[in-house]
């Protein structure tokens, strides 16, 4: 794909926008734990998940959901500042889950991102806290993969494959990636 394909816009239904958030909550949410564990007293990444999931069983998208999506981002960086890594990708993990009723039309590499990055950072905050354990990671890997349904894998497929850089992260974004990206009968 080209600069000029970049431009080009995607078709999205809401009913597709509610299923690709729905999914980005199942991966985000096994990481809510580690971060309530370490930051008990931050309700923010719990509220983007809970707003994001009314979101998904039918609801609006609402101003709340993207300010609780902010709000999540804002713990992760106050966790980071208190070396809680492990927090941080968590909280990180659940703000993308909210951002990913905001996936934009447009046909840029970085869009897979509103889909995929919530598995990247759970996945990544599993395997810090497993001691930094890469194995953990592309264990959950597989898992998002497994959750990923035939509307999640379609939306994602209309945009071009996830960027290079972002660290392990962006490791983990491009392994799930390019594994929904295989045909069904490969994965």
Not at 82 to 91: G, I, S, T
Not at 100 to 114: M, S
Not at 170 to 179: E, V
Request: charged share 30%.
């Amino acid at each position: 794909m080209n600069a000029a394909d970049e431009d080009m816009t995607i078709e999205l239904s809401m009913a597709e926008l509610r299923e690709v958030t729905r999914y980005a909550v199942a991966c985000a949410e096994p990481a809510l734990a580690i971060f309530e564990r370490d930051c008990p007293d931050d309700p923010r990444p719990r509220a983007v998940l809970d707003e994001a999931r009314r979101f998904a069983a039918g609801g609006k998208r609402t101003k709340a959901l993207r300010v609780t999506a902010l709000e999540a981002h804002r713990a992760a960086r106050a966790a980071a500042e208190m070396r809680y890594e492990v927090a941080a990708d968590a909280a990180r993990a659940a703000g993308h889950a909210g951002a990913a009723a905001y996936l934009h039309p447009l046909a840029k590499a970085t869009q897979g991102g509103h889909i995929l990055m919530s598995a990247a950072h759970a996945a990544r905050a599993l395997e810090l806290d497993a001691g930094d354990d890469r194995n953990v990671g592309d264990e959950y890997i597989e898992k998002a993969t497994g959750l990923a349904s035939t509307i999640v894998v379609s939306v994602l497929t209309r945009y071009p494959p996830a960027p290079s850089g972002r660290g392990r992260v962006g490791d983990l974004w491009r392994k799930l990636d390019a594994s929904l990206r295989q045909p069904a009968t490969d994965r």
